[in-house]
Antibody, heavy 118, light 106 residues
Framework: QVQLAESGGGVVQPGKSRTLSCAAS????????MTWVRQAPGKGLEWLAY????????FYSNSVKGRFTVSRDNSEQTMSLHLDSLTGDDTAIYFC???????????WGQGTLVVVSS | DIQMTQSPSSLSASVGDRITITCRAS??????LAWYQQKPGKAPKCLIS???RLQDGVPSRFSGGGSGTEFTLTISNLQSEDVADYYC?????????FGPGTKVDI
């Protein structure tokens, strides 16, 4: 069965960086686009970034473009999100999601919580 | 960029009621619109893809409709387990965007 497991969350100081990881299993990872979505406490879902199946194209929301970087390693079946210059507005649960290109996001991880605080 | 709105932002209904949530996009989406249900403390779950395609295992009381810029999620015969937040997602063009959500209570 499809499984997505995020890791790397925790408490981070403002202005610092953090890298989140997503370990995928149960499907042919290298054939699927992947995406990151976050949810601030008590708020709605926010789409952040998308990476093509082969990593050749990446897309970002305007709110994180230039600060966040998505990458993947198909040999390891992992996806990463590097978060830079963090502020309190980046405090959220970060979800790793399978996202077949042109189709709905279908499988979600359980999320990893990032808290930006001094 | 495509902007998404949802209405209402919240609603309260009774068991057995029929409710409809509307999602509007600032640009034509064709059918590149999905609906998600999120219960407290859980990851979202896809209910509807391609505007009207019911996902496997989703009860038939859920249905999606619409096209172009206006889409609907209807729950007929509302059940207590349907208490959740509901979001639409446009995956027509980047940057993708979710609607602000609708909170459904009994």
């Amino acid at each position: 069965q499809v499984q997505l497991a995020e890791s790397g969350g925790g408490v981070v100081q403002p202005g610092k960086s953090r890298t989140l990881s997503c370990a995928a299993s149960g499907f042919n990872f290298k054939s699927f686009g992947m995406t990151w979505v976050r949810q601030a406490p008590g708020k709605g879902l926010e789409w952040l970034a998308y990476i093509w199946y082969d990593g050749s194209n990446k897309f970002y929301s305007n709110s994180v473009k230039g600060r966040f970087t998505v990458s993947r390693d198909n040999s390891e079946q992992t996806m990463s999100l590097h978060l830079d210059s963090l502020t309190g507005d980046d405090t959220a649960i970060y979800f790793c999601v399978r996202a077949p290109y042109g189709k709905a996001f279908d499988y979600w991880g359980q999320g990893t919580l990032v808290v930006v605080s001094s | 960029d495509i902007q998404m709105t949802q209405s209402p932002s919240s609603l309260s209904a009774s068991v057995g009621d029929r409710i409809t949530i509307t999602c509007r996009a600032s640009h034509v989406l064709r059918n590149n619109l999905a609906w998600y249900q999120q219960k407290p403390g859980k990851a979202p779950k896809c209910l509807i893809s391609a505007a009207s395609r019911l996902q496997d295992g989703v009860p038939s009381r859920f249905s999606g409709g619409g096209s172009g810029t206006e889409f609907t999620l209807t729950i007929s015969n509302l059940q207590s387990e349907d208490v959740a937040d509901y979001y639409c997602l446009q995956h027509h063009s980047f940057p993708y965007a979710f609607g602000p959500g609708t909170k459904v209570d009994i």
